[in-house]
């Protein structure tokens, strides 16, 4: 068994969505003794954005890649393959102005890869390339979204529910953390509720 860890918190320390995957990865082990645990940290070490020469080589068959697009894309590969090889996809990553962190959205940039990760039918809908791996996403937020009026600023989980049934991974637990700073009753009800979840994994 295979774990891989995404970290996307710009905090290194105090961080909330960081001190829950710890949690999960050390129940994890608990439960996998043997299992491998492969984390990436995009803060400490930052994907690249995409820039052209990832981009033609994404679209570029592979036998004709020049060494330049092969440079470009070798990072995309080594994410993907690392993601192919996983059995379980733990991914912690605060809410930032209603989205995902910059830093995370690069890693997606790089695995979202057409016919690597996924590709499109005949009928133009999108196939997902990946399969078996259940994922597990911790989200931190300030505020509380479950309200009528808060949910529609939650561009997060939809998001991340869309973009990895994407490229096949739809067995999706998602652990939510709100009111982090807004409203510590509910943060700890829900935090409570996390770890309680994460025990039963």
């Given at each position: 068994?295979?774990?891989?860890?995404?970290?996307?918190?710009?905090?290194?320390?105090?961080?909330?969505?960081?001190?829950?995957?710890d949690q999960f990865q050390q129940q994890w082990k608990n439960s996998h003794p043997n299992g491998i645990v492969i984390t990436r940290?995009?803060?400490?070490?930052?994907?690249?954005?995409?820039?052209?020469?990832?981009?033609?080589?994404?679209?570029?068959?592979?036998?004709?890649?020049?060494?330049?697009?092969?440079?470009?894309?070798?990072?995309?590969?080594?994410?993907?393959?690392?993601?192919?090889?996983?059995?379980?996809?733990?991914?912690?990553?605060?809410?930032?102005?209603?989205?995902?962190?910059?830093?995370?959205?690069?890693?997606?940039?790089?695995?979202?890869?057409?016919?690597?990760?996924?590709?499109?039918?005949?009928?133009?809908?999108?196939?997902?390339?990946?399969?078996?791996?259940?994922?597990?996403?911790?989200?931190?937020?300030?505020?509380?979204?479950?309200?009528?009026?808060?949910?529609?600023?939650?561009?997060?989980?939809?998001?991340?529910?869309?973009?990895?049934?994407?490229?096949?991974?739809?067995?999706?637990?998602?652990?939510?953390?709100?009111?982090?700073?807004?409203?510590?009753?509910?943060?700890?009800?829900?935090?409570?509720?996390?770890?309680?979840?994460?025990?039963?994994?």
């Amino acid at each position: 068994m295979q774990l891989l860890r995404i970290d996307a918190s710009s905090r290194i320390e105090n961080s909330d969505s960081r001190a829950i995957a710890d949690q999960f990865q050390q129940q994890w082990k608990n439960s996998h003794p043997n299992g491998i645990v492969i984390t990436r940290d995009i803060i400490k070490t930052p994907i690249p954005h995409l820039h052209q020469k990832t981009i033609e080589g994404f679209y570029s068959a592979q036998k004709n890649l020049t060494s330049e697009q092969i440079e470009a894309t070798a990072l995309s590969d080594t994410l993907i393959s690392e993601l192919k090889n996983t059995d379980v996809l733990l991914l912690s990553t605060p809410m930032y102005n209603f989205g995902v962190p910059s830093a995370l959205k690069a890693w997606i940039d790089h695995i979202s890869r057409i016919n690597k990760t996924f590709r499109v039918s005949d009928e133009g809908s999108f196939i997902g390339m990946l399969e078996n791996i259940k994922a597990y996403i911790i989200i931190t937020a300030g505020a509380v979204y479950t309200s009528d009026e808060m949910k529609a600023l939650d561009f997060v989980n939809p998001y991340l529910r869309a973009i990895l049934g994407l490229i096949g991974i739809t067995d999706i637990t998602f652990l939510s953390l709100e009111g982090t700073t807004m409203d510590p009753n509910t943060y700890e009800i829900m935090k409570e509720k996390a770890l309680q979840t994460i025990a039963t994994i």
